[in-house]
């Protein structure tokens, strides 16, 4: 039994309690407060289709999230200098933070076609430039930059290229046609170390030839320089270091989130705010000095219902570990909706929830981050990996959720499903389409098959 | 001599041969596609099965590198490059040539030998002169033999070239990644068709040789000569690609090209998102996509009537 106040709630709902808490005295001491309907108003309409974590906490996060292009148009206003960073998700924004950049992710864009359920027409845009549905939904980015409907466009883009992906360094040249700037930075693939070679931990503890972590170093160190003549300034190492403790405290706390989520017995938060919350590392949403205090609130309240022993979901949901964001939000509360409870995920952003080391070399230990990231690796041990965190949180199933056109997905669904199959665990690899309806009944019952297979 | 099975023109046979062994170039069968996996990619995951004492491979592409991760299980060694993916990057450059070096310590650790002085320098020299003389042969011999020359030379071998003839047709490029064997009726089609294949712009094809090298570095420094060749191999998967048409636009204003023929596999997404920029050089453009069975008589249809259009 769901206790009433943590039922979760649709927009009208929100808008109803907000009026009241307001009424009562609520405040919220930050300017992007506010009904969560007015972004609906502005042309979100998923946030329609979604159910919302039901407190204050959770009102801040999604409020936080929804308001980053504004932030975005004020930054850009009061003069400063916006950075694309493309595709590493989580290295290269700590660089540009150091520098007083203001970095964010135009991958981010991806999920526009699902948060405007297709009016943005941002894939047809990419279409007309010659990237099309053969692409992964991150295509919108392109139409983003054609249209400059959405974010404001940075005044440089950087790219990372060689060890994820086809689709984006693709989509990027594409960029370059349309006369924006690109530095692209090779990251090395990931490969075990040979036994004559000199060896050095990832960040997470992973164990990677010297000579791929000292090379990606040198090409971050590039990316540096380049940020550093963007900046007019040079690249203060003492900034750096304060930039890399400054995120370390933001993933400490995203790290502590999912930990107090996985273990709890009752899932304390919904999956869409866990991923929301995962998702926050990568860029900070573009105030860095805002995200620690959107994140900090998050975890109090997700102690404060563990401590409780209460939480949003029945008692016996099934624990559930996915692999990929999905193409449509949508996906999360679907598997809530019928049974399951997300304890764990891989939602390509584990490598920006590690602790950066403090006590090496600064682009050395933005290396091992940046190897760690779980795509560089290849898909087995990708796979390896899910399944040993699947294992660990006590999921007793596995979602894949392909995303329509990606290079990596049609390797990887075969190596994660063998894993798990390996593993006893059982397993479900199912495509997500930006908005999901076109398919809600095949997923339906491809899900609830897997819940009753694992309850 | 033990024989190494390569499956990728960045893998440069002077280096294998100067170590003692042998270059076999790697003939992935051509694969009924799955969705979002590249014929070729699958095509190479399939070489567990084909003989070689070991396997080196590069990987340019996320298919590429799905493909070869599924061959490092593999009980040969197998060798995996990384041709640098993008421009203007020491970093990435000293990153291929640390595989090079990774996969010499291979080859001499399993029967080869370290290259004598001199010996990988003269490998070179007598491999760039076999290549000139391909190049020489663009557009004045079929199409076939012209990528047949390639491959021989990719090994090692003489390039066996037949003597040139007057062809006559209009003068295009064949551009795209690879060429699998089972699709090489491609260029018997393109030469009957009219066309002269005066650039082959495919991995297998001219735009997989290294250019012409400095012979002077060869002498002072053969193996920095050898990598700085085989890095800056025309690919449009090479970021940003500006090199890889600025070679294009050269050839096309050098060899007076008339049209452009793009031959991609399916789910390549590297050469579809090309087709733009591709466009842009303003010549008139074919775009196939390879498939397997009754598509080549549509293929055939397709190619003709850009022939016709061409004059």
């Known amino acids: ?165 086809d689709d984006f360094p693709a989509i990027a040249e594409r960029l370059r046609d349309l006369g924006h700037q690109v530095l692209f930075w090779q990251i090395p693939v990931r490969r075990a170390p040979d036994p004559d070679e000199a060896v050095v931990a990832l960040a997470d503890g992973t164990p990677c030839p010297a000579s791929l972590v000292a090379a990606c170093a040198r090409e971050l160190r590039r990316v540096g320089e380049a940020l550093a003549w963007l900046a007019g300034m040079p690249l203060d190492p003492a900034a750096l270091r304060t930039a890399i403790a400054r995120a370390n405290a933001i993933r400490a706390t995203a790290r502590a989130l999912r930990a107090e989520c996985a273990r709890a017995p009752r899932a304390p938060l919904p999956a869409l705010e866990l991923m929301i919350a995962d998702m926050l590392t990568i860029h900070f949403c573009s105030d860095i000095g805002e995200c620690p205090a959107v994140l900090a609130g998050l975890l109090a309240e997700v102690r404060a219902r563990v401590a409780a022993g209460a939480g949003v979901l029945a008692a016996d949901a099934v624990p559930v570990f996915w692999l990929n964001p999905p193409a449509d939000l949508a996906a999360l509360p679907l598997l809530e909706e019928l049974g399951g409870r997300l304890v764990g995920a891989d939602f390509m952003v584990g490598h920006a929830l590690l602790a950066i080391p403090e006590d090496d070399e600064p682009f050395t230990a933005l290396a091992r981050c940046a190897l760690a990231d779980p795509l560089v690796g290849g898909a087995q041990a990708r796979a390896r990996a899910a399944v040993a965190a699947a294992r660990a949180a006590g999921a007793r199933a596995l979602v894949i959720a392909r995303i329509p056109g990606a290079s990596h997905c049609a390797w990887e669904g075969e190596a994660a499903r063998a894993a798990a199959a390996a593993a006893g665990l059982p397993a479900v690899e199912l495509e997500i389409p930006p908005v999901l309806e076109p398919v809600e009944g095949r997923l339906r019952t491809r899900l609830e098959a897997l819940l009753e297979m694992a309850r | 001599m033990p024989a190494l099975l390569c499956a990728s023109p960045h893998v440069p046979a002077e280096w294998v041969i100067a170590h003692g062994w042998r270059v076999v170039r790697a003939e992935p069968l051509p694969h009924a596609t799955r969705e979002g996996v590249c014929a070729h990619a699958q095509g190479v995951a399939g070489l567990h099965a084909t003989a070689g004492d070991a ?160 012979r002077r570095r060869v002498r002072e420094d053969a193996e920095a000569a050898m990598v700085e060749a085989w890095a800056t191999i025309p690919d449009p998967l090479r970021r940003p690609n500006d090199g890889f048409h600025r070679w294009l636009a050269d050839a096309i204003a050098a060899r007076d090209l008339a049209g452009l023929v793009v031959w991609r596999q399916p789910w390549c997404d590297a050469w579809a998102a090309e087709l733009p920029r591709l466009r842009a050089h303003g010549l008139p453009l074919v775009d196939l996509v390879a498939g397997l069975g009754s598509d080549r008589e549509r293929l055939r249809t397709r190619v003709e009537a850009f022939a016709e259009t061409l004059g």
């Not at chain 2, 003068?171 to 650039?199: C, F, K, T």
């Open chain 1, 1 to 165: 039994m769901i206790a009433p106040s943590l039922l979760r709630l649709d927009l009208a709902g929100w808008d109803h309690r907000h009026a009241a808490m307001v009424a009562a005295g609520e405040s919220e001491p930050w300017p992007y407060g506010g009904a969560l309907s007015r972004w609906l108003a502005k042309g979100d309409r998923r946030l329609a289709r979604l159910r919302f974590d039901p407190s204050w906490a959770g009102l801040r996060l999604w409020n936080f999230l929804l308001s980053e292009e504004d932030r975005l148009r004020a930054h850009r206003a009061a003069g400063r200098t916006l950075v694309g960073t493309m595709k590493d998700l989580g290295t290269v924004p700590v660089i540009a933070d150091a520098l007083g950049l203001v970095p964010f992710y135009p991958d981010g864009a991806w999920w526009i076609p699902c948060v405007m359920e297709l009016d943005d027409r941002l894939l047809q845009h990419a279409e007309r430039l010659g990237i099309g549905p053969e692409f992964c939904p991150v295509r919108a980015m392109l139409g983003a930059y054609a249209t400059g409907a959405h974010f404001p466009l940075p005044d440089l883009n950087v790219c990372s290229a060689g060890a994820v992906c």
């Open chain 2, 55 to 214: 396997l080196a491979l590069t990987a340019p592409c996320d298919q590429m590198r799905r493909a070869a991760e599924t061959l490092a299980a593999s009980v040969r060694p197998t060798v995996v490059l990384h041709p640098p993916a993008v421009e203007d990057s020491p970093a990435a450059l000293a990153l291929f040539r640390d595989d090079l070096r990774r996969l010499g310590r291979v080859l001499v650790g399993h029967g080869g030998h370290r290259p004598a002085p001199g010996e990988l320098a003269e490998a070179l020299l007598l491999g760039d002169a076999r290549r000139a003389e391909v190049r020489a042969h663009a557009g004045g011999i079929p199409a076939r033999a012209f990528t047949e020359a390639v491959a021989r030379v990719q090994r090692g071998d003489p390039a066996g070239l037949p003597p040139r003839r007057p062809l006559t047709g209009r003068r295009i490029a064949l551009l795209g990644a690879h060429l699998v064997p089972g699709e090489r009726w491609l260029l018997d089609l393109l030469d009957g068709s009219g066309l002269i294949v005066a650039l082959d712009g495919t991995d297998g094809g001219e735009r997989g040789l290294p250019g012409p090298l400095d």
